[in-house]
């Protein structure tokens, strides 16, 4: 979960990625690009944001720390300390409240023997509520990684542990739950 110990320094791949967007903006607008970097950086980097690794993005766009750290406190998205291999969002507005999902979100944590906000000791799954992902007709739902999960259950919920447990699992796939 570390990524302070690692050489904070983009793959190559990734540094042309993050070329190829900057290049999108005029001189001088790169800042522009910071999003998409931010989430590149997370990805290689184990999933969260440390001032390291905030520090590195400014290096790449010229522009200062602390005008990372703004933007990476002010999303959801961001992660400023190290998270589960499965990240569970759950969205607690208003339509998904409506449709269960503080029960969902109480029943998960006694499931994982977490609070949201918490990652398990076993670095398997961290818990995260968040505000409406733009699913509201399939609600209660969860995001994970880059997908959604809809019409959540508990037997559902059973399914999204049994299949992110396994270590191999990726979140940046869609699993037929
Ligand atoms: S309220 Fe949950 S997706 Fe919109």
Request: charged letters at 25%.
């Amino acid at each position: 979960m570390e990524n302070t110990t690692q050489e904070v320094k983009f793959t190559e791949d990734n540094l042309t990625l993050a070329k190829e967007i900057m290049a999108r903006y005029p001189e001088g607008k790169q800042k522009s690009a910071l999003l998409p970097i931010l989430h590149i950086a997370q990805r290689q980097f184990n999933d969260w944001l440390s001032p390291e690794v905030m520090d590195y993005v400014a290096s790449i766009l010229s522009i200062e720390p602390i005008e990372v750290y703004e933007v990476a406190t002010f999303y959801s998205m961001y992660n400023l300390k190290p998270v589960g291999h499965c990240m569970i969002e759950f969205c607690q507005t208003g339509p998904c409240m409506v449709r269960g999902v503080e029960e969902l979100i109480d029943y998960t944590e006694k499931k994982l023997g977490i609070k949201v906000g918490e990652t398990t000791k076993d670095g398997k799954f961290s818990l995260k509520a968040v505000e409406c992902l733009g699913a509201c007709g399939y609600a209660p739902m969860v995001q994970i990684g880059k997908y959604y999960y809809e019409n959540l259950d508990e037997k559902k919920i059973d399914k999204i542990i049994e299949v992110f447990s396994d270590p191999n699992s990726d979140t940046f796939k869609k699993y037929d739950i």
